[in-house]
């Protein structure tokens, strides 16, 4: 693996981006401030010392994130066309989910401007709540995708155990077995395996009517209307772990997993 920010000594040095072409670049990110119930309280009540604690928040991310390359050495100066800053009280984690979106034209990534907006967002809520919560925790703070730019795009995929259908006996979780070759294994991440009832599947390819996404999708639907939920424009799709749109196309053995939308956590 070549690290682009090392030069042919070893030396740190800033890449060069003026022979890339300029493209529509954007990326989330998210994180997460944990805090005692009490301060939570005291956070969604305003009730805190120094006032409107998430309006601060949302103006220090987004600050943070148009001054990124003032806080990390080796970053462009970037003309951001859109930054958001987002909040979501969890009362039952005990914690505020932070998530944060960059945008622009241009010659390179806002990954860092994305990861830079949630941790001084996260940083701001410490500052304003640590009067009567010192024992805070941020933590979880990661890239959750981007789109753009020569590396393509990059989803990051939910891990979790799988969940038991019923189909099986008890504590056991069904499996569906793998059909003949060529086939591809079709996995549903997050709160769709919940909806869906499995966690995974497998299709053949001689029986879909186009060897695409849009083709397993009608597939999957035509079998079973509990499919019909792959047609929401908001459900994601990756192709072993490479963000797809309809008209990807897919081979044997192929990974193909569906997933809800990102949000903060």
């Known amino acids: 693996m070549h690290l682009t920010h090392l030069n042919t000594r070893g030396e740190a040095n800033m890449v060069d981006v003026g022979d890339k072409q300029e493209t529509r670049r954007e990326a989330v990110a998210s994180g997460r401030i944990v805090m005692q119930p009490e301060t939570l309280t005291l956070l969604s009540d305003g009730q805190l010392p120094k006032g ?24 462009h100066a970037l003309a951001l066309s859109k930054v958001s800053v987002e909040f979501e009280i969890d009362v039952a984690q005990s914690c505020v989910h932070v998530t944060s979106l960059c945008r622009l034209n241009g010659r390179t990534g806002v990954e860092m401007e994305a990861l830079t907006a949630v941790s001084v967002a996260c940083l701001t809520l410490y500052d304003m709540c640590k009067a009567v919560d010192k024992n805070m925790r941020i933590d979880a703070i990661q890239l959750d995708s981007k789109q753009g730019g020569q590396r393509g795009n990059y989803q990051r995929l939910s891990e979790q155990a799988p969940i038991v259908t019923g189909e099986g006996s008890a504590g056991e979780v069904s499996v569906s077995e793998r059909c003949p070759s060529p086939c591809v294994c079709v996995k549903f991440l997050a709160e769709l395996r919940e909806r869906v009832g499995e966690s995974e599947t497998f299709v053949g390819l001689d029986t879909l009517s186009s060897r695409d996404i849009r083709g397993l999708k009608a597939t999957l639907a035509a079998r079973d209307s509990r499919y019909n939920l792959l047609a929401d424009q908001r459900t994601l799709c990756a192709i072993n772990q490479v963000m797809a749109n309809d008209d990807a196309l897919v081979t044997d053995n192929d990974e193909v997993a569906f997933f809800p939308p990102v949000t903060g956590g």
Not at 57 to 75: F, M, S, V, Y
């Open 52 to 75: 409107d604690v998430l309006a601060t928040a949302r103006i220090a991310g987004i600050q943070a994130a148009k001054r990124t390359h003032e806080l990390i050495p080796l970053c």
